[in-house]
């Protein structure tokens, strides 16, 4: 009888081992996902984009994701034009928003939460801006640092292109609705988020805005009403220039374009890669 039992859990045993083995091949195998994804729009995603798509493509071989970013408003445009399969938004563009009118038929799907800061050049010593301070500098009425405490030098105010959802959001939030005033002088557009850091970072006397993804040690992030800009400082409320970022889809996304908004919405790349690149899992807020 001790025999039978000890010959009986050996079997056992071994069946568990064989299932095991067979469950441990199965996953390890190629996933058998195929097609090309294009992404389009939002520089502020664009680093979460490829990082996916990196991450993605070892998972699925036979999948290829091209993108590209040339500033929020394009990413729906190219969907509704036929030419991206995934539109990359700053905004929900299935509604309006101050200055663009709803993508009708289009669906958004939320993908991050992205934290925006006002930058300087590090010549700049300024450390804290308020929310009408900012408003008086890119409306043309605050011309030189003296006026907001920092040394006496005519600011350069460089802001991004009609069009970025960075500036629809900096817009809304750091400067509570205010206006961004063109001016002759000491005034620059950029089409992306890396122009943006550019420009600050070698224009002295300079402002502007980005996502933190971008911010670096050759430029300065400064405070915001006396909040500093970080991801802790947005999941606790207390720092207000942020957003959420969707992909935009014709309709709900199908495929090997459904499986890569599914992978960018997953616990594993929301909590590991997502978050070393400055950006807060969407699970965060509240």
Known sequence: MKLFKKI?????????????????????APSQLSGKITVNGSTALLPLTLQAAKEFQKLNPKVKVAASGKGSVTGP????????????????????????????????????????????????????????????????????WKEVGGDSADIVVITRAFGSGTRVNYQSKALNGGDITKKEKNYKEVGSSGDMKTAVATTPNSIGYIDLVYVTSDLKAVKFNGVAASTDNVINGSYKIWAYGYYMTKGQPTGATKAFIEYVQSSKFQQSSLKKLKFIPISAMK
């Open 8 to 28: 009986s859990l050996v079997a056992v045993t071994s069946v568990m081992l064989v299932s095991s083995a067979l469950a441990g091949a199965a996953s390890a």
């Open 77 to 144: 445009q190219a969907v509704k034009k036929g030419i991206a399969d995934i539109g990359a938004c700053d905004w929900d563009a299935s509604m309006d928003v101050p200055g663009f009118k709803a993508f009708s038929g289009q669906v958004a799907n939320k993908v991050a939460v992205i934290p925006f800061a006002t930058v300087v050049n590090n010549n700049v010593q300024v450390t804290d801006l308020s929310t009408e301070q900012l408003k008086g500098i890119y409306s043309g009425k605050i011309t030189n």
